[in-house]
């Protein structure tokens, strides 16, 4: 079978949208279809809407082992942590003002963190391990009598490092401190039972499932009896949390990938766990190459790889045929280098040559022989032009060097 | 990052890659950058009778910082050395149509070669 260039190893940053899921959501726009607005409550063609984002609501619900009434729908995870975060802290900001959460979260999660930093909360972020995950005891230590809200990510998206959400949601409990979680990467991926987890919040995207951009979801978990002030106020959809006539086709649109996600979990994540561990054998044996994260517990969709002494930009310059991301600090509007390798501690002539790849649905073997034969030879052909390389070949310790022209 | 035709040029083919004998009296050798920045430059020239006659270059970095350092090797080879210090980061970022944020790649590769220039002119004890 012949491999179909450019090669798509971005899943992470997104997913095209099923099939399937694009149909149902066509059937949700025009005069022919389901075009009703979900809120009118006078007429059929309200009803029917309604009727369609009910369905939808239970379909995600079903994925985690919700209740369709614990299922908010938002504009994507960003709004959903948004509202998460902020909703709690503006409500329960009498009872403390302090909140946990982590260095190498979304920026979806920082920045609204940060943003409470300037309203006067104290926000903690916690150091990771080396491998990407938050230990239980640094959390644990880091509770305080007033703290509110401990947020913390199931998967990260850069490393795919997996967090112990149970664990972390039994102390949460124990401590009475709401918890959390940013599942953007892990819904579809891993296995999610909202009960067993003992999550407060859980924030989910359409676009990272095979659904649309432009809408996610919230659970409130209806046991932890929570009240959250809304980031949007107006016609008091979503039972007030979040106004806005809701999107049928996009809240069709997740419903249906996320009922596809359910069907298919199993056995498309130990597909996708085989195709990474076969793509890591096929450049784990480069010289100077460092995976990031985990590949036992890792999830199974991500791969952060670090190519010593050549930088990330050019790699992906060089692969131009494969659709990957870097953490270097070249390719980023700031040029600065992700804070999430920053946080892990990765070193510099490491973390500058570190590529994200992150396969999905549609991703092949053959795709993966495909990547892997061209890394080996770019990285080579790379590596040939760069007087790092040349030094460590030489075995100079490039801490020792004084460097000139520093910008 | 979108880059010109020119930078993918130079990047995919760039051209003297390699290295001179630094040990030679004849050359001068200048490295710039640093790993914790992602780029670093290192720029050899060899020296006869006042004239670059043959350059080298090894450049760690993003695709225009590789591209600028090969595009300035082209500039400066046959060059007098004081002629070669005339080169300006300004010609290498216009030819190569840098994008503002990668202008500091064209400045490195100046400096790269003043500093391959400085270095020729104190090994040979040669004042201003
Ligand atoms: C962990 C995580 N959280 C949040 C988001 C943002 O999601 P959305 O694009 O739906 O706002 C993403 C994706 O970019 C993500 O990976």
Redesign the pocket.
Known sequence: MSVELPIYFDY??TTPVDERVAKKMCNCLTREGIYGNPGSHTHRFGWWAAELVDKARKQVAELINAEPKEIIFTS????A?NLAIKGVALKYKNKGRHIITSKVE?K??IEPCKYLQEQGFDVTFLDPEPDGTIALDKLEAAIRDDTILISL?HVN?ELGSINDIAAFGKLAHECKIIFHV?A??SAGKLPIDVRALHVDLM?F????VYGP?GI?ALFINKDSKLNLVPQMHGGRQERGFRSGTMATHQIVGMGEAFAIAKEELAKESARLAELRRSFWDKIKDIDAIKLNGSLEHGAPHILNVSFGFIEGESIIMALKDIAVSTGSACSSDTLELSYVLTAIGAQNEMAHGSIRFSFGRYTTVEEIDYAAKLIREKVAQLRSLSPLWDMYKQGVDLETISWKGDH | MQYSEKVIEHFENPKNIGELDENDPRVGTGMIGSPACGDVMKLQIQVEDGIIVDVKFKTYGCGSAIASSSYATELIKGKAIEEALKVSNKDIAEELDLPPIKLHCSVLAGQAIAAAVQNYKEKNNITA
């Open positions: 992470a940053a994507g995870a960003t709004e942590n979304h979806a999660v990510m998206n940013d953007a990467q924030s995207s359409g676009h990272k951009k996610g």
